[in-house]
């Protein structure tokens, strides 16, 4: 696998198409990974954006509203905004350093089904499909086994509109203390 094949060509050697066409990818993609990428996606996806964001303004300044005397007579007040924007991406980096890391080796591992119904049991029982995913994500269950969560006879978690809902059986399955997978439960 190459350079390229991970990180793509270089902004500076892709055509005005390609460009424009990566670009929109680029910010069509933005809220995905924001919200389910991992901290490497998120850090690639960050970086290969501004790189084309760059290549784009050094091509095309006059379509842009920093090329176009849209950035405002106010120089202060422009490097205030600017000044802004990079203390929030480095109050953004700084959040995600300070978050939970791996266990330490030699920890017991955790039941991640437990984990992940204890996370919704701990928010009233209920919680965003978006946190849903997330604590699922942190607790190590992969996609199938919460699909199976939902699949389980009787269900342990069900589905009311945007949240992710911790049913009878899945506070009895918390309380009875397994350690069985939701297959089996």
Do not use: C
């Not at 066409?21 to 990428?37: D, E, P, S």
């Not at 939902?150 to 945007?162: D, M, Q, R, S």
């Amino acid at each position: 696998m190459t350079h390229h094949d991970v990180h793509g060509r270089p902004a500076a050697e892709l055509s005005d198409e390609e460009l424009e066409r990566q670009g929109a990818l680029a910010h069509a993609t933005r809220n995905w990974v924001f919200l389910h990428g991992s901290a490497e996606q998120f850090a690639r996806h960050t970086s290969r954006m501004f790189e084309l964001e760059r290549e784009y303004l050094h091509r095309f300044p006059k379509r842009t509203w920093q090329g176009s005397g849209g950035a405002g007579e106010n120089r202060e007040a422009t490097a205030d905004a600017w000044r802004e924007t990079v203390l929030g991406i480095i109050e953004q980096l700084t959040m995600l350093l300070e978050l939970p890391g791996p266990q330490p080796a030699g920890a017991p591992a955790a039941d991640p089904v437990r984990t992940f119904l204890q996370r919704i049991a701990d928010a009233g029982d209920r919680m965003h499909k978006l946190e849903a995913h997330q604590a699922a994500r942190e607790a190590g269950l992969e996609r199938a086994a919460v699909a199976d969560l939902y699949k389980a006879e009787p269900p342990l978690i069900v589905t009311e509109g945007h949240d992710r809902v911790l049913t009878a059986a899945g506070r009895a399955h918390l309380t009875a203390g397994t350690h069985s997978t939701a297959g089996t439960a």
